[in-house]
Every structure is written in C-alpha cells, then in structure tokens.
C-alpha cells in the first residue's frame, strides 16, 4: 500500500447534501489534508432509481462553496459498469456466487434483522438450488446474484480490523450478513461490489465515511480479498441527529444546503459548529475548512464518537 493517504468522497447524487454528509466529507477531507495526501472524488450514480439529474452538479458546486476541494476526479459509476462486470465475472468462475430468486416480502419473512444495525441475515434459501431447479425460476423472474460467505466455524469467513474512530472490530459473515448480494435482480451491481472496486482502482487506502455503514465493511473487505486487492483503513465517524434523534436525512430535508446557502455567504458558521461535535473546535468559532487541517487528528475524533452529535436545528439559526 502506498505511504500517500488517498481519500475520497463518494455522494450519491438523490438530493442536496444536509449537514450529516458535510460532516462525513469534512472529516474526509481532513484525514487526507492534515497527511498531505490525495482526494478523489467518485459521483455513486449506479442506482438509477434515486438520481436526480441536477444533483450532481450541485454536489459538485457545494463542496466548492465549502472549500473541500479534490485532487482527481469526478469519476461516475454509471459510467463504470463494465469494469463491475469484470469483477463479477471473476467471482463466477471461481465459483463463489449463485442466483437468488427471493423476494423482499420473503427475505423479510424468512430471517430476522441483526441486533446491531438491522441488516437481514440471509438463510441460504437458494443456495442449493439445482440447475432444473435453477431454470425453471428464470423463467418466473429473473435472479439476482449472491456472493458465498464460509460456514461460521470457518476462520477465513470471520473479519476483524480497527477502525480510526470506533477501535477493533469483529464479524463473522456467515452470522452477522450471510450469503450478500453482488447484483440485484435488476442487473444493476450492488454496492458492496462497487465501492470496493473502484476503492481499489481508484488507489484509495482511507475510507471515511458515518457510522451507519460501518457494518458493510466486514463484506467489502472479505470481497477484497478474494479480488486480491488491498484493504484500505477504514474511519467511521458519528451520525449528527436532531433534535429529537431522528438521523438527518435527504429526504425530510435536515438542514440542506441549499437552506443555508439561502441565508449565508460563507460556510465558516456551519463548518464551525461541526467542527466543535468532535472538539476540533469551541463552540461559536466560526472557521473555514482549512482553518481545521492543522487542528485535526483521529485521536481527537476518536475522544468524541461515544457522544451523541446532537445536531440541534434551533441552536444552527440561533447562531
């Protein structure tokens, strides 16, 4: 791996970013910044279904306005498809995925979510499946494709790391996801195949992103190894909530920016108070982006994740 620090942000374009994805892409930002690495910026527009055709260049035109700036890129997933192709078509020949024909409503119905972040664990329905079996369904529906996990008494299936933020990690796949999707029945590729190809491509080696995806990364880095590449250091940071602690969300609007560019000429307010959730900053400096850079470490993040970021929207306009 190399010594340079390659981050990246990685947006889906389904709506204005709100202050929770400024938060994540500022602490990006600052982990590639304060090591004097390289930042690549990746547009996640694989999913058609929640893209908004505006949304991009807005992503693009906000994290300008925040002063987060890039080094390589954009690059767009949608424009990438071939190269998950290659990946998938790997994993096939070596015999490490098979066709599921479940159903959500089935799925929902056959397992019961994990306790730590609601993840439903697969019970290998269609994994026995044989080829009549196999055709007969394709002709009812088409498949979406599954990637194999080993037995839970299989070491090389359970996944430990540290992550920056929340320290050691352990999961063992088979327990904790099962069998995972690497294609939907749409044909669209998922997101765990995704990211970890273009992570490894792209050179990236620190994935910083919230706290509510850490639970992908045992899948990501098991796909890694068996597409030999390299696992990168993962940090998870805090989600901001409100007030009521409701996780920020695109879709309720939480704070967007296009609400606070409506009402500020400069970010240093917004940047400020993120900032000060995770002590980089006291409460009521107002700073730029790169006011922060030489404030930053992950010991300093890492001191405040066990806190709520309670990301009140009343204490924002009182500011």
């Known amino acids: 791996m190399s010594d340079t620090v390659v981050g990246r942000f990685a947006p889906t374009p389904s709506g204005r970013m709100h202050a929770g994805n400024v938060f994540a892409a500022l602490m990006a930002w600052l982990g590639v910044r304060s090591a004097g690495g390289r930042m690549v910026l990746r547009i996640e527009d694989l999913d058609p279904r929640g893209n908004r055709p505006d949304a991009a260049k807005l992503l693009l035109d906000d994290l300008r306005w925040l002063g987060l700036d890039w080094d390589e890129g954009p690059y767009y997933q949608s424009e990438r498809g071939e190269i998950y192709v290659e990946a998938l078509r790997q994993l096939d020949e070596n015999g490490l995925t098979y066709p599921c024909f479940c159903t959500r409503a089935e799925l929902h119905a056959a397992s019961a979510p994990h306790a730590s972040d609601g993840t439903f664990v697969y019970a290998g329905t269609c994994r026995g499946l044989s080829s009549e079996q196999i055709a007969a369904k394709s002709q009812v529906r088409p498949p979406a494709t599954r990637l194999r996990v080993p037995d839970a008494n299989d070491g090389t299936g359970t996944i430990e790391f540290r992550d920056l933020v929340y320290g050691p990690q352990r999961e063992v796949l088979a327990r904790d996801c099962g069998d995972f999707l690497v294609r939907r029945s749409d044909g669209v590729v998922a997101y765990q195949l995704a990211v970890v190809v273009d992570d490894a491509l792209m050179g990236v080696n620190q994935v910083v992103r919230g706290h509510d995806l850490l639970g992908s990364s045992a899948r990501q880095i098991y796909l890694q190894r068996l597409l030999g590449y390299p696992q990168p250091t993962y940090a998870h940071v805090p989600l901001l909530v409100a007030a009521d602690g409701r996780r920020l969300s695109k879709r309720d609007r939480d704070l967007d920016l296009g609400e606070i560019r409506a009402h500020e000429e400069s970010p240093r307010h917004l940047l400020g108070l993120l900032a000060a959730a995770v002590g ?30 309670l990301f009140v929207l009343d204490e924002y306009r009182k500011g």
Do not use: I, K, M, P
């Not at 700073?287 to 470490?297: I, T, W, Y």
């Open 280 to 309: 980089l900053a006291e409460y009521g400096e107002e700073l730029n982006a790169s006011n922060l850079v030489e404030r930053f470490s992950w010991n300093r993040v890492a001191a405040h994740a066990q806190e709520v970021c």
